[in-house]
């Protein structure tokens, strides 16, 4: 009889812990200089900077940022997981913990301003394509 009652009161405590358990939120910010940039994070386009977004797994990410009259950035950042988000932490901190973790990180962009040829070299670049047709 204790067996089978230490059985269901241990299977009852960790669906409490389930149910009541805390949670992680992961948020990402992405600041531009000049704001107002349009950032996309793996291809998928996220909004006008500043932007904050919400992320699922760590690791690495292609970042696209264009801004009319600026260069296009095409880079990729990494975010690092933090140490209670390792095996076997993390179902401590997921599950058991009762309090919400807040994951946020900032990440930093600085556009460089889109440098237009001059008229002569335009020039000369034209009839450079005009002698090879």
Same mark, same amino acid.
């Given at each position: 009889?204790?067996?089978?009652?230490?059985?269901?009161?241990?299977?009852?405590?960790?669906?409490?812990?389930?149910?009541?358990?805390?949670?992680?939120?992961?948020?990402?910010?992405?600041?531009?200089?000049?704001?107002?940039?349009?950032?996309?994070?793996?291809?998928?386009?996220?909004?006008?900077?500043?932007?904050?977004?919400? *992320?699922?797994?760590?690791?690495?990410?292609?970042? #696209? /940022?264009?801004? +009319?009259?600026?260069? =296009?950035?095409?880079?990729?950042? %990494?975010?690092?997981?933090?140490?209670?988000?390792?095996?076997?932490?993390? *179902?401590?901190?997921?599950?058991?913990?009762?309090? #919400? /973790?807040?994951? +946020?990180?900032?990440? =930093?962009?600085?556009?460089?301003? %889109?440098?237009?040829?001059?008229?002569?070299?335009?020039?000369?670049?034209?009839?450079?394509?005009?002698?090879?047709?």
């Amino acid at each position: 009889m204790k067996k089978c009652s230490l059985s269901v009161l241990l299977l009852f405590c960790l669906i409490a812990g389930v149910f009541l358990g805390g949670c992680v939120e992961r948020r990402l910010t992405i600041n531009t200089q000049p704001q107002g940039a349009i950032v996309a994070l793996n291809d998928e386009e996220i909004g006008a900077s500043p932007v904050t977004v919400s *992320f699922n797994w760590y690791g690495d990410y292609n970042v #696209r /940022i264009s801004k +009319e009259g600026y260069e =296009t950035l095409k880079t990729h950042r %990494k975010l690092k997981r933090p140490w209670y988000d390792k095996f076997p932490w993390d *179902f401590f901190a997921q599950i058991v913990n009762p309090k #919400r /973790i807040v994951d +946020e990180y900032e990440w =930093t962009f600085e556009l460089t301003e %889109k440098k237009l040829p001059a008229r002569e070299e335009l020039i000369r670049n034209a009839q450079k394509l005009k002698k090879q047709l």
